[in-house]
């Protein structure tokens, strides 16, 4: 009888390597992309060398007057003399150690969740949830523990850009979760219609209206007596305004999973909360990763909105500074540095969130 | 209705025990929409028994063991499972599902759990087993399908009828009175098939009560202690294989059985 000898496997055909084979590939390979990539050259030789003269090489680097500016090229001079109102506002700067410890405290929780053999991640995110919030807030407004008060309308800079950022994300991904398993159960037509009413009222207004009417409009409905925080207002507004986002990427993430892994959740009998707990929201939300972070990028750039309520974050408080008369003329230095922690931030979240898709891959894709 | 209940449950007395209805459903319909897709459907499954049953596309088969564990509703007659009538109650519905496995044509794996986890997964959290001894008894459930060795993989690493067999651990890990499988080998290549099969066979030698959508004929004979053939959202005939295969009592039967098993 005959025996079927299969063929043995063979090296890939060479294809072209090395730095120049490259080049030819990717590059060079038709006139075409040829001609792009000589277009492109050039205006990069346009752009950058001016740039690079302008932000490092004629830059200004110390000084503490408007008059050490040789106004040759940037003068970070005034960022320098700004930094400290660039990063915590008008918060005491005796106090500001109570901000730097906030942020620690939030790095020491969060690090070791990122350790794998690290064993207590459960009570440790616990802890973040429940402990954390707790803590900021004494640490941060004060006036218990023997801390001194600090108002929130000193709060500012990249410190105020954080807390609204943060609350608002902390707070935007679980209520636009809910948001979107409620508009989604069809068998409780009345919570549908609610959540869908909400969702549809606050993704159809702006943010700016939202911020407006927090701050503007909602004291005129209230007793005359009773006020809330500016910030607090704020903070629910953003909130709530980008829960309605979250929702609708979330309620994308839950289409996306088969017919198929309900039923089986089902019929092993892990009833509603626990399939969605433990079976659909874990894969719902890693499809929808990539939109996540996109609103969460989103919601980091709107928080440069409170400014025109009279909350001075980031953006803010460069404004402010660049309307201080010994320091006229020098708001692009600033522009460029708000874009440069801008983008820092963002890209840092868009990187994580690329580690995080990688991570929860498991698999062929069916 | 013109069921030939001939032989029935009592033929196979000695495989069963007739007297103890693990299942019973009585005067069973349902509708989707106007569409009337079960229609009296009358159907008693003694402890330990299994059933094979086949018919045509949308003949009904896969919506009957659906309303079994309620995937699907069934909006007149009685559904009663082990003693438990399913009705709108959750919790009675949540009772029925423990008891009762279900495997089905696309396996239905959880992609972002490893094997070990899917298995322990409904234990753990249903059973409020420890986490430990579910796993210890998943493992022993993964053996008897032999694939202990694929425990800590992805279902997306499996071959088809990996996952099917993984399926088929997992139900088992509830330890359910009752097996449901909704045409377990439809979607498997052919050298998958028996694998699966196997597993199928070993089962219903343990004594459990098994319900199995399928065409696969040579099982049907090996293990079912009778065969339902439905059609058109009704019981058409219903008898134990050997009858069923070699002398149907219905046209219809004849014809459904000259078409899958002269091809």
Known sequence: MATFRPHADLPPPATSSGALGWVRQNLFDSPVNGAMTLLALYLLYLAVPPLVDWALIKADWSGSRSEDCSKAGACWVFIGVRLNQFLYGFYPVAEQWRVNLTIALLVAFVLPLFIKRFVLKQWLGAALLVVYPIVAYHLLVGGSFGLVHVETSKW???????????????????????LALGRRAENMPVLKALCVAFIELWRGVPLI???????????FFLPEDMSFDKLLRALIGVALFESAYMAEVVRGGLQGIPKGQYEAADALG?????????????????LVIPGIVNTFIALFKDTSLVLIIGLFDLLGSIQAANSDTNWLGFSIEGYVFAACVYWVFCFGMSRYSQWLEAKLHTGHKR | MTTAQATGSAATAGAADAGAAMIEL???????????VLKDINLRVGKGERIVICGPSGSGKST???????LEEHQRGRIVIDGVELTGDVKNIEKVRREVGMVFQHF??????????NCALAPMWVRKTPRK???????QYLERVRIPEQA??????????????????????MCPKVMLFDEPTSALDPEMIKEVLDVMVGLAESGMTMLCVTHEMGFAKTVADRVIFMDGGEIIEENDPEAFFSNPQQDRTKLFLSQILNH
């Open chain 2, 26 to 36: 009585q005067g069973v319909h349902k509708w989707y929409g106007k569409f009337h």
């Open chain 1, 209 to 219: 209206t939202v911020l407006f009417m927090s701050s503007v409009m909602l004291p």
């Open chain 1, 156 to 178: 500012g800079g990249l410190f105020l850009t954080l807390v609204i950022a943060v609350v608002g994300m902390v707070a935007a991904l679980p209520l636009g979760i809910l």
């Open chain 2, 133 to 139: 001894r579910a796993e210890e008894e998943a493992m």
């Open chain 2, 108 to 117: 239905n794996l959880f992609p972002h759990l490893t094997i070990l986890e």
């Open chain 2, 64 to 70: 009957m063991i659906r309303c079994i564990n309620r």
């Open chain 2, 152 to 173: 800590l993989k992805y279902p997306g690493q499996l071959s088809g009828g990996q996952q099917q067999r993984v399926a088929i651990a997992r139900s088992l890990c």
């Open chain 1, 270 to 286: 892990l009833g509603y909360w626990r399939a969605t707990v433990l079976v659909i929201l874990p894969q719902a939300l890693k």
